[in-house]
Antibody, heavy 118, light 109 residues
């Protein structure tokens, strides 16, 4: 059974760094791309970036300067780190699995809610 | 960047047909496939894949959902609509990195 679960801090102060972990089961990180997508209040879905099955990464240019995606295949975990947080970064952060050729997201976590506030 | 444009909202009567459009500013076709996909998101839930490569039904999705289109113009059709279809529907391209449309909120009258 394919499962993805995000865990994050809930509350982060402005200018600080956000760290979220996505723990997966039922499939191998070396066979799929792992995506990060966020949804800010009142807005739609926003693709942030992905890590390929081979370990290289791509980022949305909007986040490129402050976003990092990495993984630990031995622990079946994918990590999102984003620095210089602003209040506008408040939202729900999802990890999703994507088949590598088509890049369609066929399994999603339930999302990690993040509030950026002092 | 490839930009996807969707109408913000649509209201359809129960049992009728809903047609949701998605237009792109660049062609998303590549070697015979259209790299356009559709998701459904209900309030408080994660998105759910409905259609991939423009017209292929994802696993477990009822045949009331269908997709069509190519190039820069795509549609998602729900026929007939049911009350449970109340949700926001997003298109997503994967021809050049990834982008989502802004979503169409479907109301069932």
């Amino acid at each position: 059974q394919v499962q993805l679960k995000e865990t994050g801090p809930g509350l982060v102060q402005p200018t600080q760094t956000l760290s979220i972990t996505c723990t997966v089961s039922g499939f191998s990180l070396t066979s799929y791309y792992m995506q990060w997508v966020r949804q800010t209040p009142g807005k739609g879905l926003e693709w942030m970036g992905f890590i390929r099955s081979g370990g290289s990464t791509e980022y949305n240019s909007e986040f490129k300067s402050r976003l990092s995606i990495s993984r630990d295949t031995s622990k079946n975990q994918v990590f999102l780190k984003m620095n210089s947080l602003k209040t506008e970064d408040t939202g729900v952060y999802y990890c999703a699995r994507a088949e590598r050729r088509v890049q369609v997201m066929d399994a999603w976590g339930q999302g990690a809610s993040v509030t950026v506030s002092s | 960047d490839i930009v996807l444009t969707q109408s913000p909202a649509l209201a359809v009567s129960l049992g009728q047909r809903a047609t949701i459009s998605c237009k792109t500013n660049q062609n998303v076709d590549y070697y015979g496939n259209s790299y356009m996909h559709w998701y459904q998101q209900k309030p408080g839930q994660q998105p759910k894949l409905l259609i991939y490569l423009a017209s292929n039904l994802a696993s477990g999705i009822p045949a009331r959902f269908s997709g069509r289109g190519s190039g820069t113009d795509f549609t998602l059709t729900i026929d007939p609509v049911e009350a449970d279809d109340t949700a926001t529907y997003y298109c997503q391209q994967s021809r050049n990195l990834l982008t989502f449309g802004s979503g169409t909120k479907l109301e069932i009258k």
